[in-house]
């Protein structure tokens, strides 16, 4: 299958008060970096909400509003952000829309929790940080130790540490590698 340009595709990004800092700007500047478009949503578009380690993001729009047809993926960051998010039907919605699709999802460390929640694991390969293997291996998901781990259109990776390789392997998602 021949690689898809990057350019022009579009990812969504989910923020909230106390996101993990590195997990959301790493993906997405390497993201922009590739030509990719992305978009952060939060709850309220326009507000500033803040990172566990004190890094501001202002959102661009407001979860409310998305689609996810305008969008090739979405990027699931951890921090304490995602328990409180993935309680929105909304987000759970949209990211079933984009599993059902076959579209990119991306969850590292906690932002495991979106997707548990959205009903999209069972059955699919993840590693996410150690503390919420529970909780993805009841939700059916077989989970594995490894810096990163590709399962068709999910990416998934458990810490900081890992960013380097889980930027790669969701471009290479979006690319059709």
Not at 28 to 40: F, N, Q
Not at 86 to 94: G, N
Not at 101 to 111: E, M, P, R, S, Y
Request: glycine content about 10%; overall charge neutral; hydrophobic content about 40%.
């Amino acid at each position: 299958m021949p690689a898809r340009p990057l350019s022009g595709q579009s990812v969504l990004a989910f923020v909230g008060d106390d996101y993990e800092d590195l997990e959301l700007w790493y993906p997405k500047l390497r993201l922009i970096e590739a030509g990719v478009r992305v978009t952060v949503a939060g709850a309220e578009a326009g507000r500033k909400y803040v990172g566990k380690n004190g890094y501001p993001c202002t959102s661009d729009a407001a979860i409310s509003d998305m689609k996810s047809s305008d969008f090739q993926g979405v990027l699931c960051a951890g921090g304490w952000m995602p328990d409180k998010i993935r309680r929105d039907p909304k987000v759970q919605s949209l990211v079933r829309e984009f599993h059902e699709a076959g579209k990119l999802v991306a969850a590292i460390c906690h932002g495991g929790w979106i997707p548990i929640s959205a009903g999209v694991y069972r059955g699919v390969k993840v590693t996410v940080y150690p503390g919420i293997k529970d909780d993805l291996v009841n939700a059916g998901a077989v989970w594995e130790d490894a810096v990163v781990v590709v399962d068709r259109h999910h990416v998934t990776s458990r810490k900081p540490d890992d960013l380097p390789q889980f930027a790669a392997a969701m471009l290479n998602v979006l690319a059709g590698k």
